[in-house]
């Protein structure tokens, strides 16, 4: 075995990167020096969980060639690393330490093993609030057996290191510009929602609901807001605000969305935010009326009254003025479509 690490540098070092702002990318880039004083590698792989594609995005991935580096983001290792249990514990595991034969692990057999790889370390990464986040993989050409002193100092570095690479952060950062944030969820490409750390979750932000069915459809841009009618809430109103994922989030993260406390509603009524989120959508007076059940004289007088609290010349330029604003409610939200 060789001389186990010097602990205390190496975890100053990644909890500093962990602490920067920096993407998860840059965060997995910086790390292979601290890692590599903990464990000698030949090979590095740090990847985050493709849930999608039941497979890992890499954010480093060194030490060889693109056949073995597309390999590890695919689905065999997925299905290994659930066989021997690493997703459901936050302890490494070296070569040594496997329940099955490496000449029995197809990941092994059929790439490592070729490729030169006898030994090393191996982890899977969680978030604080027990996300998993992906994989950290070690490997040295070289059968000596990791220590276990670096064994248990890589485990101690586990929180910094999933940390460091949680794409998550990055949406974090962004849904802290929304003023006086309530509660906030992440979108999928599925009905599924993830929850955004550091908020609560909300009736109205559950996967299915009306408001993040009109969430879905609003997004326009990084960031776009609109009004949910809320009785319980102060106000009547919650605003919704939704903005677009970094782009460093993985790729079926879809829009985040966040509520606040609705503010300066300029008189407006609960009719006209109706009638205004009509108006965006493109309505005529007409077919607004048929959706309201009213007449379209009275669809008339609601925008003559709007045109008055927006001081707008005009009802297009009024539309402009809400949206801005955030002051209207999406036709998905209204109550009853086509009733009184």
């Known amino acids: 075995m060789h001389r186990p690490a010097d602990a205390g540098p190496i975890s100053v070092e990644v909890s500093h990167i962990a602490a920067t702002r920096d993407s998860p990318a840059e965060h997995a880039a910086a790390l292979l020096e601290p890692l590599h004083q903990l464990l000698p590698f030949d090979g590095a792989w740090l990847a985050l969980r493709d849930e999608v594609a039941r497979g890992h995005h890499s954010l ?24 021997l249990g690493m997703t459901r514990s936050h302890t490494p595991l070296r070569v040594a ?46 059968p000596t057996v990791p220590a276990p002193a670096d064994r248990d100092l890589l485990a101690a570095l586990g929180p910094a290191l999933g940390r460091a690479i949680d794409p998550l952060r990055s949406a974090t950062a962004a849904a802290q510009f929304v ?21 609560p979750d909300h009736a109205a932000l559950r996967p299915g609901s009306p408001v993040l069915v009109a969430a879905r459809e609003t997004l326009d841009g990084p960031q776009t807001s609109f009004l949910a009618p809320a009785p319980t809430e102060p106000g009547g109103y919650l605003r919704v605000t939704v903005l677009d994922v970094p782009d460093d989030a993985p790729r079926h993260l879809t829009a985040i969305v966040v509520l606040s406390p609705s503010h ?19 309505y005529h007076n007409a ?3 048929r959706r309201l059940n009213v007449t379209p004289r009275t669809v008339a007088t609601h925008i003559e009254h709007i045109l008055i609290k927006l001081d707008a010349d005009t009802r297009a330029l009024a539309a402009v003025r809400a949206q801005r604003r955030g002051l209207y409610i999406p036709p998905a939200l209204l109550a009853h479509p086509g009733s009184a």
């Open 97 to 142: 330490d496997l329940s099955t034969p490496i000449s029995e692990l197809r990941s092994w057999a059929e790439c490592l093993s070729p490729a030169g790889f006898r030994e090393g370390l191996g982890m899977c990464l969680f978030a604080a609030d027990g996300r998993l986040l992906g994989f950290l993989g070690l490997f040295t050409g070289s």
């Open 60 to 83: 480093v991935s060194t030490g060889w060639d693109n056949r073995t580096a597309a390999y590890l983001d695919g689905p065999v290792v997925v299905d290994e690393i659930e066989l």
């Open 287 to 289: 077919p607004a009326a």
């Open 179 to 199: 003023h006086a944030a309530t509660a906030g969820v992440i979108l999928t490409l599925s009905p599924d929602v993830l929850a955004l750390p550091g908020l």
């Open 264 to 282: 300066d509603l300029q008189g407006l009524t609960h009719r006209e935010f109706e009638v205004l989120g009509l108006l965006i959508a493109g």
